[in-house]
């Protein structure tokens, strides 16, 4: 069984900055692209950033020039820095990974974690 477990979210200033770390467990013989995603109150759950198995990126408009999104495969775990957070970036946050095991391949979810931007 894959798990991707979340860790990082808080609360934290406008201005400020948090860094999100997922972690994937289990039996895994390949992790292809990797994200994050996030979903605030009354809206729909929309991509934050994506990272391929080499390395390349894509970020959504509301996070380009503030968000940075990071993989380490030997630890199979993947990064979201985020700097300059907006009240706007508050939402719950959750990682997602195609992953291939012994059965194939398919996406999963991570529980998510609460990001909250508040004075």
């Known amino acids: 069984q894959v798990q991707l477990v979340e860790s990082g979210g808080g609360l934290v200033q406008p201005g400020g900055s948090l860094r999100l770390s997922c972690a994937v467990s289990?039996?895994?013989?390949?992790?292809?692209?990797m994200g994050w995603y996030r979903q605030a109150p009354g809206k729909q759950r929309e991509l934050v950033a994506n990272i391929d198995s080499k390395g390349s990126t894509t970020y959504a408009d509301s996070g380009k020039g503030r968000f940075t999104i990071s993989r380490d495969n030997a630890k199979n775990t993947v990064y979201l820095q985020m700097n300059s957070l907006k009240p706007e970036d508050t939402a719950v946050y959750y990682c997602y990974g195609n992953v291939r095991t012994a059965v194939g391949i398919r996406g999963y979810w991570g529980q998510g974690t609460q990001i909250t931007v508040a004075s």
């Open positions: 289990g039996r895994i013989f390949l992790i292809y692209n």
